[in-house]
């Protein structure tokens, strides 16, 4: 039986909401750990679990203040496991990338990542 | 100390003209990293007010600690060194210079082995314009493998990328196996 997954940010680490059901994730905060892998783990185990029996619609809203290269990687991993999931027609998959009005590097990188991955990506002013 | 080069000592006089803001001999841990984060953080609240160029000055801060740290874990790891004559520490140094520009000056331990790949993918950043940069961030992003040592020399092309400029760096050869390798990033 699949489970909500659900980790309190850090100073270093962001706040994960991958909840099942509905089929809603959320990274939002800093991501900034030496250990990025080790760090992203869990959140790759959940998103295989979950790939088994997807909701029909997908909603993955990214909200980072920072992130640092190694996470920038591990999110490339997160959206290509995304990506495997939408192939296989199970599920309607959005990302929602949210960036500071003031932020022009994270809008670009939520553009970048866009470019990389067949998913459909909003990008949101906050 | 092995590592009072007569070039970091220069180094080191030429930022304490500059403001210094914060300077650090010694091991360099995870948990060094989440103290220095926040108080360079409230600094740079303070002193810069645009907001852009704040996350700039702390993004490259943070890649190059965390260089620091990933070169300092391979190097204690190694088993091939009698670390015993060794005292394995790592430099950090943060300043702020002249019209209003920002240093990140750090220091590490390094096999001579790596040296070579390490100066190879620096003089080639080095030699790339933004554009440039960012197709090699990208093409590296999408085809290099992450390990839990590193990150992929993502943070080098990074640090070029975020500060709009070239990074100093140098090689002092200690022994026949390794060396102590320096990086200077300056922000304008």
């Not at chain 2, 709009?164 to 320096?182: A, G, I, R, V």
Request: one cysteine or more; proline letters at 2%; aromatic letters at 10%.
């Amino acid at each position: 039986m699949a489970e909500n997954l659900i980790i309190e940010g850090s100073g270093k680490t962001p706040t994960i909401k991958l909840l099942f059901e509905t089929g809603s994730i959320e990274i939002s905060g800093k991501s900034i750990p030496e250990n990025s892998i080790g760090f992203y783990q869990p959140v790759y185990s959940w998103i295989d679990n979950y790939a088994a029996k997807p909701s029909a619609k997908t909603e993955i809203k990214i909200q980072l203040e920072y992130f640092n290269t190694s996470s920038s990687k591990c999110l490339l991993d997160i959206f290509r496991k995304f990506e495997a999931i939408k192939k296989t027609g199970k599920s309607e998959i959005e990302v929602l990338w949210h960036y500071e009005a003031d932020d022009e590097d994270m809008m670009e990188a939520g553009d970048d990542y866009n470019s990389l991955v067949d998913l459909t990506f909003r990008l949101i002013k906050i | 100390m092995l590592y009072t080069v007569i070039d970091i000592n220069t180094f080191y006089s030429e930022m304490e003209k500059d403001d210094l803001i914060l300077s650090y001999k010694g091991d360099i841990t995870q948990e060094l990293l989440s103290a220095i984060y926040p108080i360079i953080e409230t600094r740079l609240e303070k002193e810069v007010e645009d907001s852009k160029r704040r996350r700039k000055i702390f993004h490259v801060l943070v890649e190059c600690l965390q260089n620091v740290y990933h070169h300092m874990e391979s190097f204690k790891n190694n088993t091939s060194i009698e670390f015993e004559k060794v005292n394995v520490g790592g430099l950090f140094m943060m300043s702020r210079g002249e019209e209003n520009s920002y240093r990140v000056f750090t220091g590490n331990f390094i096999l001579n082995e790596k040296l070579e790949v390490l100066k190879q993918r620096i003089d080639k950043v080095n030699a790339m314009n933004a554009q440039e940069l960012k197709a090699f961030y990208l093409g590296s992003l999408s085809t290099s493998e992450l390990s839990d040592k590193g990150g992929a020399g993502l943070g080098i092309i990074d640090m070029a990328r975020k500060s709009e400029n070239k990074l100093e760096y140098q090689f002092h050869p200690l022994t026949d196996s390794y060396s102590f390798f320096t990086l200077a990033v300056k922000i304008n």
